[in-house]
């Protein structure tokens, strides 16, 4: 049978942890107990995965709020650093989710500063990054498009000539 046609299944059984649920909620309700969590992380070694977090905290510390918090966050980020993990767990609380939105009035009278197209910025060069770079041999005066190129054509025409 081709595989490429096959439709497979797999089950997957979604995990009952109390503690987790009983961690989001009280990180809903509590922004201190975020803090006080990611303050437990303090000797922990950057950067870091979730698996590694959650097992550093096992062996650290046997607050089941705390262990069910850090399983809430997300599997494929590598944690930089404790300020990282205090992003990923903070959107379990609902006052800084509420802290980082756009008012109403925010978003009706926006306004947008759009730089001014007749100013010409100073900030990095007029060369276009797609310039050529000619090399030149201090021989002939023959121009190569790169320094491999110059080298090989210097070896090969000056070989035994005295040359460097």
Do not use: W
């Not at 069910?68 to 930089?80: C, E, I, M, Y």
Request: with cysteine.
């Amino acid at each position: 049978m081709d595989r490429s046609k096959k439709i497979e299944a797999v089950r997957h059984k979604a995990d009952n942890d109390e503690s987790l649920h009983n961690a989001v909620k009280k990180a809903s309700e509590d922004s201190n107990f975020i803090s006080q969590v990611v303050k437990q992380l303090d000797t922990l070694k950057s950067p870091a995965y979730k698996h590694q977090i959650l097992s550093f905290m096992q062996d650290k510390s046997s607050d089941e709020n705390a262990i069910g918090l850090l399983k809430s966050l997300n599997d494929t980020v590598l944690f930089q650093d404790k300020y990282d993990v205090k992003q990923g767990l903070g959107q379990e609380n609902s006052e800084s989710k509420q802290e980082n939105q756009i008012s109403d009035e925010t978003r009706e009278n926006l306004k947008v500063n759009h730089p001014d197209p007749t100013h010409r910025r100073k900030d990095y060069p007029e060369t276009p990054a797609t310039a050529m770079k000619n090399y030149n041999c201090n021989f002939c005066g023959m121009d190569f498009q790169s320094k491999d190129q110059l080298t090989k054509y210097q070896e090969f025409e000056f070989k035994g000539k005295g040359q460097q």
